[in-house]
C-alpha cells in the first residue's frame, strides 16, 4: 500500500502539471500521512540536509565552467577542429557533430548545453550541404547523449551523492563506454548517409588543420588535467569542478580574450540558475529517499523481484526496461533521484558492480533525453535549428535504437564497462 500511495501521488501530481520537485514533496507528503507521522519540521529537516552536500557542490562549478567555454570561444574552437579534421569526408558534417559532441563532452557534462551549441553552429551547415533536417537534426541530439558519461558528468555526480557511490570511479568508468556511445552513433550514420548527394566541405590543407588544433589546444588541455588530476588524486571531484572553472575563466580572459566582463557575469548569472533547479530537486528528492527507507519500499522492491536476485544479468534487463519507460516522461536528474534508492538495493543484493551498473544506468537515462513526449534535448534541438518536434523526432529513431540496442549489449557483456575502468583507474 505505501508503494501505491508513493508512485500514485508522485504520478497524479505530475499529471496535472507540478513541477517535479514540489511533485516529490507532495508525494513524500503522502506518504507520511500514509504512515501516520506527518510532521512539516522533519520536511524541513530532510530538504535542507538533502542539499546540504561537499560533493554536490562540483555541479555549479561544472555548469560555470561548460557556460563560460561555450561564452569564451573554447566550444567554438573545438568545433573548427573536428570540421578541419573530418569535415571533407562523404557525410562528414555528421561526423564532424559526432566528434565534437565528444570533445565538448569532456568539458560541459551538459548534453542540453551540447546540444543547443551544435544546433546552432552544425545544423544549418548540413542542411546547406544537402542534408535531410530531420534526421541531421536527430543525429545532433543523439550524439550530444556522450556528455552525461564522459567526464566531467553532472549527473555521475548527482548518481554517485544518491546511491553513495565514488564519483571519481563513476567519472573513470564513464570514458570507455562513452566513446563506445559515440562509435554506435558513428556506424548508425555511416549507414543511413552512404547514399546521400551531399556536397562535402573542401579539404583543409595541414597547415590549416596545425592552426585549427593549435586554437584548440587550451581547450583540449582542460580535461586532460581533470582526468589525470583525478586519476593521480590530486583533487577530488568538487575540487575538479573548482579547477575546470578558473580555468575556463583564465583562458577564455587573457588567452583568447572573448570572454567580457558582462558575458562573465551572464555565465555566472545562467550557472546560478540551472544549479539552483538540480539543487532543488536533489533536496525534494532528499524527503522521499528517507521516507522511502522509513516505508521499508526497497524490501518491498525487492521482495517483488526476489526470483530475478539469482540471475543478475536478466535483473539489470528488468531494471534497465523500468528506466526506459521511466525516462519518456522524466528528466536525468529526477529519474536518478527517484530509482536510485529504490533500485540500490536490489542492485547490491545481487551482487552488481555499483559502478557497473550507474554507468548503464546512466547510458539509459541520457538515452531518455531524446525520447518523446518529453526529450529535453530533442526540443532544445528542435527549437534552436527551428525542425519541427514531429520531424526531429522521426529523425532521431535508428539513432535512438542503436543506443539502446549498445546500452543492452552492456547488459550482456558487463566486461565492456569494467573491464576499461579498471585500465583508468
Known amino acids: ?38 510532521d512539516a519540521q522533519i520536511i524541513a529537516e530532510n530538504v535542507i540536509h538533502g542539499a546540504d552536500s ?13 557556460e563560460i567555454m561555450n561564452k569564451g570561444g573554447l566550444s567554438r574552437r573545438l568545433i573548427n577542429l573536428a570540421l578541419s579534421l573530418v569535415g571533407h569526408v562523404h557525410g562528414g558534417l555528421g561526423y564532424v557533430a559526432i566528434l565534437a559532441s565528444v570533445l565538448l563532452a569532456a568539458l560541459s557534462g551538459s548534453a542540453v548545453a551540447d546540444a543547443a551549441m551544435l544546433a546552432a553552429l552544425l545544423l544549418p551547415m548540413m542542411v546547406a550541404a544537402g542534408h535531410d533536417p530531420a534526421r541531421s ?19 555521475f555526480i548527482v548518481f554517485g551523492v544518491a546511491a553513495n557511490v565514488s564519483i571519481s570511479r563513476l567519472f573513470m568508468a564513464g570514458i570507455a563506454p562513452g566513446i563506445m556511445l559515440a562509435i554506435a552513433v558513428t556506424v548508425t550514420w555511416w549507414f543511413m548517409s552512404r547514399r546521400d548527394n551531399v556536397q562535402p566541405q573542401p579539404r583543409r590543407s595541414f597547415g590549416e588543420v596545425m592552426v585549427a588544433l593549435r586554437e584548440a589546444g587550451f581547450a583540449l588541455v582542460m580535461p586532460v588535467i581533470i582526468i589525470v588530476g583525478l586519476k593521480m588524486g590530486v583533487f577530488t571531484p568538487t575540487e575538479a569542478g573548482v579547477v575546470a572553472a578558473v580555468y575556463a575563466t583564465l583562458i577564455s580572459l587573457l588567452v583568447y580574450r572573448e570572454l567580457t566582463w558582462q558575458m562573465l557575469f551572464q555565465s555566472f548569472a545562467d550557472a546560478a540558475r540551472t544549479s539552483a533547479v538540480v539543487m532543488l530537486l536533489v533536496a525534494a528528492a532528499a524527503v522521499s529517499a528517507w521516507l522511502i527507507t522509513v516505508a521499508n519500499i526497497p524490501q518491498q522492491v525487492v521482495s ?3 526470483p530475478l536476485i539469482a540471475n543478475p544479468m536478466l535483473l539489470m534487463a528488468a531494471m534497465m526496461v523500468l ?14 533521484l527517484i530509482l536510485v534508492p529504490v533500485l540500490m538495493p536490489l542492485v547490491k543484493a545481487a551482487g552488481i558492480d555499483p559502478v557497473y551498473f550507474g554507468v548503464v544506468f546512466m547510458i539509459n537515462c541520457a538515452i531518455g533525453l531524446i525520447t518523446p513526449p518529453v526529450g529535453v534535448v530533442l526540443n532544445t534541438v528542435a527549437g534552436i535549428g527551428r525542425v519541427s ?6 529523425g532521431v529513431w535508428p539513432f535512438m535504437l542503436a543506443q539502446f540496442a549498445f546500452m543492452f549489449l552492456l547488459v550482456l557483456f558487463p566486461e565492456l564497462v569494467t573491464v576499461p575502468a579498471q585500465w583508468f583507474r
Open 1 to 38: 500500500m505505501t508503494l501505491l500511495v508513493f508512485v500514485g501521488s508522485l504520478l497524479a501530481a505530475m499529471a496535472i502539471g507540478v513541477p517535479v520537485a514540489f511533485a516529490l514533496l507532495i508525494s513524500g507528503g503522502a506518504l507520511m500521512w500514509q504512515l501516520n507521522m506527518f
Open 54 to 66: 561537499y560533493p554536490l557542490l562540483a555541479v555549479p562549478f561544472f555548469l560555470l565552467a561548460g
Open 137 to 155: 537534426a536527430g543525429l545532433i541530439a543523439a550524439s550530444s547523449l556522450v556528455a552525461p558519461i564522459i567526464p566531467p558528468s553532472i549527473g
Open 304 to 306: 517483488m523481484l526476489e
Open 323 to 336: 528506466v526506459i519507460i521511466v525516462g519518456t516522461a522524466l528528466d536525468l536528474t529526477p529519474t536518478i
Open 389 to 394: 518536434m514531429d520531424r526531429v523526432t522521426a
